[in-house]
Structures are given as C-alpha cells and as structure tokens.
C-alpha cells in the first residue's frame, strides 16, 4: 500500500475517501467491476473505527465489538475464500458472555442451546420466550438474506426484483411491527418483566441498533437478536487483520490505495471532481466519501443550509454516540482457556446503559501473535456516551465528566471481570474526542444513527447520492451500523455507479 509523497495526475472512475470497512468494500467492489479507482486514508493503516492499531508494542482493537459475515456464503467469507486472503477466524463458544452483579449469561454458538439456558432461569415466562424466538427467527430469516446477498438490496435488477416477489410471505411477519418498538412486542408476548431477558435484549441493542429495547424499531431490533449466530466470530491478531486484506486485494485488482493521506477538500470541476490530498491533486469522475455527513460537508466547504439533506441526517447522528475507552495490557489468569474472549457487563440493570454502567470488553487470545507479550492480553472497553451531553458542557468541564466515566469503567471491571483486571499492567484511555482526532469523525461520532423506532427508518434504503457524482457511505446510511452492514452499503454503492 503506498505511502510515498505523490499521486498521478490521471483521472480515476473514483476516489474513496476513508478506508473504513465502507470505502474498503466499495473500492474492492468497484475494482471487481473494472473500474480505476483510488482509495484515500487519513491514518497510516486502514479499517478506520474497526481497526488494529500499535502503542508502545502492543495491538489493541480501535473498538471493542465482535464482526459477523464470516460464514463461506457471506460476504467477508466470500471475499476471504475468493481473494486468497490470509485470514483466519476463530469460532468462539460462547460467543459473549452477559454479566450482571446477579446474572451470568453465556450466548452459545447454538442458538437453540442459548434460548434453552433462558428458558431454564428462574421465573422465566417460558411460553413468551419462545413465541418471541419464533417471531424473530421470522424476522431474521426475511433480513439476514439481504446481508448475504447484496444484490437484494437497491439498486436492484429485474431478477431481484423476482426474487423479492418469490419472498413476499416472508415478509410479512414484518408488516405488523414496522414503525412500532421492540418493547410492544416484549409488552404483547408478557415479557417485560422478565429481567434477565430485557437485560440481554438492552445490551444487545444498545451495541447493535445503538439504543434501548424499549425504542428499537422491533424488525431492525428482532434481525439483530441473530446477530451472534450470523457468521460471528473472532479474526485472528485482530480486526485490521481483514482490513488489511482487504486493501492488498484492491491493489491486486489494479487500485491504488494511498494510506496517511488526509483528503483537504473535494470540489467539483467539469467532468467530475477535484479531491485535494496531502499528497497531491486527484481528479475522478465519482468520488465516495466513506464519512459522516458533516465530513462531507466539511471537504465541499458547504453549510447544512446549502444540502439540507445533509443536515437533517447530522441532526440524527448528534442524537447519538460517541465512546468512551480503556486499552489495558493484562497477565492472563491461570488456567485460562488460550481462547479470545467478549464480555458484556452491566452493572446496574435499572439505569441506562451507557457512561460507564454497561461496558463492552474484548480479550485477545493467546493465538493473536504480537498483540501483547507472552502470557498477557490485550483488552479493548468501550462504553455509549451521549454525544448531545458531551456537546452542552463546557470545554472546561467536558474533561471532569469523561474522567469520571473511565472511573465508572473500571468500577465496572473489578466488581463484573475481577479475573481479568487482578493481572493489570498497562493502562491508556481514549475518549470522542480522541476518535475525532485521530480518525477525522466530527464529534468523535461512533454506532450510526440509533434506529429507534418509527418509519423514518424506511426511507433511504439505498445508495445515498449526495450530489452529481458525489455518494456517501459508512454506518450513518442504511443499512449501517456494523462492519457487514458498511461493507454490504459500499457494495451496493459501487453497483449503483457502474
């Protein structure tokens, strides 16, 4: 991947400016298609917020979250099998584990062993829980195919269309809960009181759908619940591993891949685009901005009053999230199992799962070589901060109130994974504001937009062209919101400008 001082002059077919798992797929998409193109990173290594960075010898995940699509008819394990990549994937059982001060909850690799260990808990409503699995396999089998295959997803083709029309039964499980939130489903099947499971479904939300049972819209939320058991698992020495395979396959295919280079601006000029970089001018037909929508203006030089559906999408990330950080070094406790593991731990099941009271934590294992010295892991924790909060305080105060919640944080660990945090030898923190600084996302912005529940989740379900030439993606437009759903947006982004 080049990281020298200079571009070509020549014109491209497109630039990809960012490469995050949406500017990744959507270069290697437009090269499979024979298209010229040039993909533009601010960082000296791709994957953006789902990357593998180094400090001080060590290799921590950017973010602490588990990657789905693996299986060999998705689209990672598509791409994995057909461009020879070198990656591996560890299956890991179970795939997280779900702890409160009163519950351990293992997820399974087996779904039905995992709705089981629910149904086997103390009080558990048994009749609803299964009624609700079996609406959601429903759901699931309707969405996940759209994942699978993106030729399903606009824009699509008279053979998608027949498709689509031979699905038609399985789609309407889905019309009665379209607009309405997971909660009314929990409410009509009795199970809002059952804790232990509405704390599974907040916690899986909030990480997925980035928001609460009780506001997820119920068919996005009721797909997601097959999260775990969709290709889930674990790459080997850590995400950017897939990254980086991805990059050299775009290479491969005769794109240019042009890492630590900073895009300025993007202006348009007869024929297409200028896209000013630090290492020079590029000029294209089409440009991708792997971005949020206040990135995109920020390169164009443009106001929200001058593309107003810019804005309007700006306004629905700033009800979202940013994320709060802790990259540890830990000794591994004895008799560990070697495996890479996740944790999930909410400390307080009745408050609101973010700022500290509900963490994500992912462990690497001892077959990640170079992430950590022998006999130690590496630890990515992350937890939701309110990016409207951040935002009111004042610059003065903003510091006090992110120094608290890493406080919160490590709380939370020592009371839910003592095992891990008794062997602690290394510590570094991250906040929004160092997502901002180090991956260009305004306000440190991370998660998407939240889809909470009403039909405005419906609306722009394909490629999204802000201007003439000029397309986003990444995980503020549909369908967003994990490195498969990026990556299958740029893939449908790349089809659209070919």
């Given at each position: 991947m080049t990281?020298?001082?200079?571009?070509?002059s020549?014109?491209?077919?497109?630039?990809?400016?960012?490469?995050?798992?949406?500017?990744l797929a959507t270069?290697?998409?437009?090269?499979?298609?024979?298209?010229?193109?040039?993909l533009?990173?601010?960082?000296?290594?791709?994957?953006g917020c789902?990357?593998?960075f180094r400090?001080?010898?060590?290799?921590?995940?950017?973010?602490?979250?588990?990657?789905?699509?693996?299986e060999?008819?998705q689209?990672?394990?598509?791409w994995?099998?057909?461009?020879?990549?070198?990656v591996?994937?560890?299956?890991l059982?179970?795939?997280?584990?779900?702890?409160?001060?009163?519950?351990?909850?293992?997820?399974?690799?087996?779904?039905?062993?995992?709705?089981?260990?629910?149904?086997?808990?103390?009080?558990?409503?048994?009749d609803?829980?299964?009624?609700?699995?079996?609406?959601?396999?429903?759901?699931?089998e309707?969405?996940?195919?759209?994942?699978d295959?993106?030729?399903?997803l606009?824009?699509?083709?008279?053979?998608?269309?027949?498709r689509?029309?031979?699905r038609?039964?399985?789609?309407?499980p889905?019309l009665?809960?379209?607009?309405?939130?997971l909660?009314?489903?929990?409410?009509?099947?009795?199970?809002?009181?059952f804790?232990?499971?509405?704390?599974?479904l907040?916690?899986?939300?909030?990480i997925t759908?980035?928001?609460?049972?009780a506001?997820?819209?119920?068919?996005?939320?009721?797909?997601?619940?097959?999260?775990?058991?969709?290709?889930?698992g674990h790459?080997?020495?850590?995400?950017?591993?897939l990254?980086e395979a991805?990059?050299?396959?775009?290479?491969?295919?005769?794109?240019?891949v042009?890492l630590?280079?900073?895009v300025?601006?993007?202006?348009?000029?007869?024929?297409?685009?200028?896209?000013?970089?630090?290492?020079?001018?590029l000029?294209?037909?089409?440009?991708?901005?792997?971005?949020?929508p206040?990135?995109?203006?920020r390169?164009?030089?443009m106001?929200?009053?001058q593309?107003?559906?810019l804005?309007a999408?700006?306004?629905?990330?700033a009800?979202?999230w940013?994320?709060?950080?802790?990259?540890?070094?830990v000794?591994?406790?004895?008799?560990?199992?070697g495996?890479?593991?996740?944790?999930e731990?909410?400390?307080?099941?009745?408050?609101?799962f973010?700022e500290?009271?509900?963490?994500?934590m992912?462990?690497?294992?001892a077959?990640?070589?170079?992430?950590a010295?022998?006999?130690?892991?590496t630890?990515?924790?992350?937890?939701?901060?309110?990016l409207?909060?951040?935002a009111h305080?004042?610059a003065?105060?903003?510091g006090?109130?992110l120094?608290?919640i890493?406080?919160?944080?490590h709380?939370?660990?020592?009371?839910?994974?003592?095992?891990?945090?008794?062997?602690?030898?290394?510590t570094m923190?991250?906040?929004p504001?160092?997502y901002?600084?180090?991956?260009?996302r305004?306000g440190?912005?991370?998660?998407?937009v939240p889809?909470?529940?009403?039909l405005?989740?419906?609306?722009n379900?394909g490629p999204?062209?802000?201007?003439?030439?000029?397309?986003?993606v990444?995980?503020s437009?549909?369908?967003?919101?994990?490195?498969l759903?990026?990556?299958?947006g740029?893939?449908r982004?790349a089809?659209?400008i070919t």
């Amino acid at each position: 991947m080049t990281r020298g001082s200079s571009v070509s002059s020549t014109w491209y077919d497109a630039v990809v400016v960012g490469a995050g798992f949406g500017g990744l797929a959507t270069a290697l998409e437009l090269t499979r298609r024979g298209a010229r193109v040039a993909l533009c990173e601010t960082l000296n290594y791709p994957g953006g917020c789902a990357s593998t960075f180094r400090r001080e010898g060590h290799a921590f995940e950017a973010g602490a979250t588990l990657f789905s699509g693996f299986e060999p008819h998705q689209l990672f394990g598509r791409w994995i099998r057909e461009h020879g990549m070198p990656v591996t994937v560890d299956w890991l059982d179970p795939v997280v584990e779900l702890r409160t001060p009163d519950l351990r909850l293992p997820v399974h690799r087996d779904k039905a062993r995992f709705i089981e260990s629910l149904c086997a808990l103390p009080g558990a409503p048994v009749d609803g829980i299964r009624r609700l699995f079996a609406l959601q396999a429903q759901v699931a089998e309707a969405l996940w195919p759209l994942f699978d295959d993106p030729t399903l997803l606009p824009p699509l083709n008279v053979r998608a269309l027949l498709r689509h029309s031979g699905r038609a039964l399985q789609y309407a499980p889905l019309l009665r809960w379209m607009g309405r939130p997971l909660g009314s489903v929990l409410e009509k099947l009795g199970l809002m009181g059952f804790a232990p499971l509405r704390t599974y479904l907040d916690a899986l939300c909030q990480i997925t759908v980035q928001c609460s049972a009780a506001e997820a819209e119920a068919p996005f939320a009721l797909a997601a619940m097959d999260y775990y058991w969709r290709g889930t698992g674990h790459v080997r020495g850590g995400i950017g591993k897939l990254a980086e395979a991805m990059a050299h396959a775009v290479e491969a295919r005769g794109g240019t891949v042009l890492l630590a280079n900073r895009v300025k601006s993007i202006t348009q000029v007869p024929g297409g685009w200028s896209v000013a970089s630090r290492k020079g001018e590029l000029r294209a037909r089409n440009v991708v901005a792997n971005l949020l929508p206040r990135g995109v203006l920020r390169l164009l030089g443009m106001t929200v009053d001058q593309l107003p559906g810019l804005g309007a999408m700006s306004e629905r990330i700033a009800e979202g999230w940013g994320a709060a950080m802790l990259y540890l070094v830990v000794k591994a406790p004895e008799h560990e199992s070697g495996s890479a593991h996740h944790l999930e731990l909410v400390r307080d099941t009745r408050a609101p799962f973010i700022e500290g009271n509900h963490l994500f934590m992912s462990i690497s294992g001892a077959a990640d070589e170079g992430r950590a010295p022998e006999g130690h892991r590496t630890v990515t924790v992350s937890t939701h901060v309110p990016l409207k909060t951040l935002a009111h305080l004042p610059a003065a105060e903003q510091g006090a109130y992110l120094s608290g919640i890493q406080t919160r944080m490590h709380q939370g660990l020592e009371q839910l994974a003592p095992e891990w945090m008794a062997g602690l030898t290394h510590t570094m923190t991250a906040s929004p504001r160092t997502y901002q600084r180090f991956t260009q996302r305004e306000g440190g912005a991370v998660g998407g937009v939240p889809r909470r529940a009403g039909l405005d989740n419906y609306r722009n379900l394909g490629p999204v062209q802000v201007m003439d030439g000029l397309w986003l993606v990444g995980d503020s437009v549909f369908p967003g919101q994990s490195t498969l759903a990026t990556a299958v947006g740029g893939v449908r982004t790349a089809a659209r400008i070919t």
